[in-house]
């Protein structure tokens, strides 16, 4: 019997470990298929506080786990393949392995959704990105690319005109699908492009290591083209790691679990940390602080005997 499992070994799942496990709960964390999270994927991270020349972001991943188990915390391989919160204790399913646990941490994050190329997958973190407000700073002074149409899109390409000296948002279709406000603003500013009906269909250069184009077709002629961009930005959405709870905890439309008073879920005992929850702000801080308010309720929750 467990006090505490965490899902998740992103920035909100390890933080929730060194929480739950300075407070003598003993966790145990399942790193999942995506280990260290988003920020496993990520290169420099110049805005985590208490690094002012910046840190990578598997090294960061890496010290929180040395901290993490350096109070006790137990890691297992694996991916959740099944949980089931209508019982007590809670059953949580790691491959043929079953674990009960009183009380559950969900730290798994959500996915940010790609385009499918295989040198889209090879550049991430090497101009490629799916984060503006982590990686903007970059590319000052250097023109990119945002892929999509949404609100996404358009506030990645809104925020990234702070740095870039161009940016050009390439669209499938002929007209945006986010908000009017947002198309507004993007009209307005002198420094955005539009490139309509057009499908990125790859990166370009995965063999130099880093973006010097990217390749397009329009999907009303066919008609193939280059285009030189030192950066590609793709804004077409995040999903959330959510389908093991379905039916059994509230999401919003999108798939985002619900937390109410701090991290807890429509089911007592279950509590939900970083973008698993979040769809506004997705930054390693806040999922580290929201992993923090996760454990406090836990053993709050714990300690009440609920």
């Not at 298929?33 to 990520?42: P, R, Y």
């Not at 598997?58 to 391989?77: D, H, R, V, Y």
Request: a negative charge; hydrophobic letters at 40%; aromatic letters at 6%.
């Amino acid at each position: 019997m467990r006090n505490v499992v965490i899902i998740g070994s992103g920035c909100a799942g390890l933080t929730a470990a060194i929480y739950t496990a300075r407070a003598n709960l003993s966790p145990l964390l399942i790193r999942g298929h995506e280990a260290g999270g988003q920020l496993s994927l990520t290169t420099l991270v110049e805005n985590y506080p208490g690094f002012p020349k910046g840190v990578q972001g598997p090294e960061l991943i890496e010290m929180m786990q040395k901290q993490a188990a350096e109070f006790g915390t137990e890691f297992q391989e694996g991916n959740v393949t099944r949980v089931d919160l209508t019982q007590r204790p809670f059953i949580v399913e790691i491959g043929s392995e079953t674990v009960e646990t009183r009380t559950l941490i969900i730290a798994s994050g959500a996915s940010a959704r790609m385009l499918g190329l295989e040198s889209e997958r090879k550049l991430l973190g090497h101009g490629v990105s799916t984060c503006a407000t982590c990686d903007g700073f970059f590319f000052r002074g250097k023109p990119i690319v945002v892929v999509g149409g949404g609100d996404t899109a358009a506030e990645e390409a809104l925020f990234l005109t702070r740095f870039a000296s161009e940016v050009s948002l390439i669209h499938r279709r002929d007209q945006l699908r986010a908000s009017k406000i947002l198309q507004d603003r993007m009209r307005r500013n002198d420094k955005i492009k539009f490139i309509w009906n057009s499908a990125v269909t790859d990166v370009l250069d995965a063999d130099q290591g880093y973006v010097t184009g990217i390749k397009l077709r329009n999907v009303q002629t066919d008609e193939e083209r280059l285009h030189p961009t030192e950066g590609v930005f793709i804004g077409i959405g995040h999903s959330p790691n959510t389908g093991l709870f379905r039916d059994q905890l509230e999401m919003d439309e999108l798939g985002y679990l619900k937390t109410h008073r701090g991290s807890r879920t429509s089911v007592a005992g279950v509590f939900a940390a970083g973008d698993v929850q979040d769809r506004v702000y997705r930054q390693a801080i806040t999922a580290a602080g929201s992993g923090c308010m996760a454990a406090i309720d836990a053993e709050r929750f714990l300690e009440a005997g609920e």
